[in-house]
């Protein structure tokens, strides 16, 4: 392959949108053009051929004047660029000075570097500290407010002293629950990418969370409804204590969101293989907040259905996200720390499970934990029955 030939592949091979972009005089904008655009670009802009007018391909404001900065002052200038559309991309704009061509034109590389992740990521770590320091400033007022009125005039009167000391405990306890789903969640998330090796049988431990679970319930005569599936143990892959921690997050918000007297139901099924089959009520919006890769894995699957108010279609995306509270349900007996479901999630996520909502207004929720089995099933796929 001749020598411009190649260095044309390479370019046009680069991951990153290039454009080599020509310049007449400052006031001329339509003597701008893009003389080479890679395939890269071309996606981008979508546009079609590799020369054309500037202005046909790109008309942010930002982006022109870095080339024009690059092109007529000879500077290299940065800049950023977002695409419209359904999914939208930061891009990072850097225009660089080539000098003059042999015709004396004069020449500016365009380049484009993606950088969509990290401003997420940028964005969630502001929110995530904004959040933390919320959470916790609220319990530390109220526990300074107190402290101050038991200093006052409350210090003589046993009767306020007792009820402010207990809000006080009941504060001080909340930002324990805080910190701990804190440490928590930044520990699973240290090691999300490392798949757990341990084997652990899912009938005795979600047995045993359903127990302690009991009395929990039994204080808004609420019955946990346990249905074992009929093999006497599933062996799932995964961190003992970690699976715990799923199993009692989704009973604990099943019975938090559940009215008085309900019932829920805490159903185990194994040898799954097909898991958009083994999914929810019929008519009833379900949504994927953790989509195991695909693979032929042989799944477990632990549904919790509770009888609560149900959540709106529109605000399910957002269940797993950290301190978000659905609308009209942040407080009195149902308040929590808001990290219950980003917990499961990176647990799931860790464990190359799957965790599924199925919830609308009125009608309840379903969540749907898939957990990988570590051998196959003694008993036929989905085999289900009724505790006695």
């Keep these: 392959m001749p020598a411009p030939q190649l260095y044309a592949a390479l370019v046009d091979a680069l991951p990153d949108p290039i454009l080599v972009v020509t ?3 400052r006031d001329d904008l339509t003597g701008r053009r893009y003389i080479l655009a890679n395939a890269a ?3 981008l802009l979508r546009i079609t051929a590799e020369e054309g007018m500037l202005l046909s391909a790109v008309r942010d404001p930002e982006v022109l004047g870095a080339v024009d900065r690059a092109l007529f002052d000879e500077a290299d200038t940065e800049g950023f660029y977002e695409t419209t559309g359904a999914q939208t991309r930061s891009l990072r704009v850097r225009a660089r000075s080539l000098g003059r061509g042999l015709d004396g034109t004069r020449l500016a590389l365009l380049t484009f570097h993606d950088e969509t992740e990290v401003r997420r990521v940028e964005r969630t770590r502001v929110d995530f500290l904004a959040n933390a320091s919320h959470e916790l400033r609220t319990p530390l007022a ?5 402290i101050e009125t038991l200093r006052g005039h409350a210090k003589d009167d046993p009767a306020a002293r007792d009820k402010f000391l207990g809000i006080m405990q009941a504060q001080a306890d909340r930002m324990a629950r805080l910190i701990a789903d804190l440490t928590s969640l930044s520990r699973i ?3 999300e990418h490392v798949a757990p090796k341990g084997v652990v049988d899912l009938v005795l431990l979600v047995g045993e969370v359903v127990e302690a679970a009991a009395p929990l319930g039994a204080q808004r005569r609420i019955k946990l409804d346990w249905r074992p599936c009929a093999a006497g143990s599933v062996s799932v892959r995964g961190e003992r204590d970690q699976i715990v921690q799923v199993v009692q997050n989704l009973i604990d918000n099943a019975i938090k ?4 007297g309900a019932a829920v139901r805490v159903e185990l099924q194994s040898g799954l293989t097909d898991l958009a089959a083994a999914a929810s009520p019929e008519g009833v919006p379900r949504l994927s907040l953790v989509a195991p890769d695909p693979s032929a894995e042989t799944y477990a699957s632990l549904r919790i259905v509770d009888l609560g108010p149900g959540i709106a279609r529109q605000n ?4 797993s996200e950290r301190f978000y509270r659905v609308d009209g349900q942040k407080s009195g007996a149902r308040s929590g720390t808001g990290l219950g479901l980003a917990i499961v999630k990176h647990i799931m996520n860790r464990h190359r499970g799957g965790l599924v909502v199925a919830s609308a207004e009125g009608e309840g929720s379903t969540f749907t934990a898939y957990f990988p089995m570590a051998s196959a099933p003694d008993v036929p796929p989905g085999g289900v029955v009724k505790a006695s």
């Design 23 to 25: 310049g007449l005089e």
């Design 41 to 43: 670009a071309r996606e």
């Design 142 to 146: 109220s526990l300074s407010g107190f």
């Design 189 to 191: 998330e240290l090691d």
């Design 257 to 260: 969101y559940s009215p008085d």
């Design 316 to 319: 399910l995306p957002r269940l």
